[in-house]
């Protein structure tokens, strides 16, 4: 394929267009990341992740590399629904895993994690 030709144009290096782009990396494919900011966004959004997003970070080993721990996700025994408090324990497969990460943090370690087999422009628009 021609240098100037690439298999996937991803649009927007958001935690959506990132995960994206580690996914085919993973299949072998190297796709470019078009961000239209100049630099990653430090602005305050999501706090974390909550669900089954848990349990698929950690089959793709970043999980633990997120963490920087070697302990695999654990559902929560509770958790807030509608301002209730929701008992878990006991549940059985329980759902519910969560991981606080400030969104910022979580783009900048999705970038890095296939940083090798991902190409990302900052200041492009598709
Ligand atoms: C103020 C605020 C607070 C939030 N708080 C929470 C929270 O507490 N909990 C929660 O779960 N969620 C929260 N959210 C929602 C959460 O941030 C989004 O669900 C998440 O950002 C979606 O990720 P994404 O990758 O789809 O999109 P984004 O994170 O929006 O990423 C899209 C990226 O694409 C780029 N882009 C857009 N158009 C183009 C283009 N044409 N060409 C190139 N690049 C482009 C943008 O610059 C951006 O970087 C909040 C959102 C905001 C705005």
Redesign the pocket.
């Known amino acids: 394929m021609p240098e100037t030709q690439v298999p996937v144009v991803i649009?927007?290096?958001?935690?959506?267009?990132l995960m994206v782009a580690c996914e085919l990396a993973l299949a072998g494919v190297r796709p470019m990341v078009?961000?239209?900011?100049p630099a990653p966004?430090d602005?305050?959004?999501?706090?974390g992740m909550v669900g089954q997003v848990i349990r698929m970070l950690d089959m793709r080993g970043l999980y633990r590399r997120f963490t920087g721990s070697d302990d695999p996700p654990h559902p929560a025994y509770q958790w807030i629904f509608s301002g209730m408090s929701v008992p878990l324990f006991g549940v059985r497969d329980n759902p519910m895993y969560a991981l606080m990460m400030a969104?910022p943090n979580l783009s900048g370690c999705l970038t890095s994690a296939h940083a090798n087999s991902v190409s990302t422009s900052a200041g492009?628009?598709?």
């Open positions: 649009s927007g290096a958001g935690p959506n267009g078009l961000e239209r900011l966004s602005e305050p959004k999501a706090n969104q492009a628009t598709s």
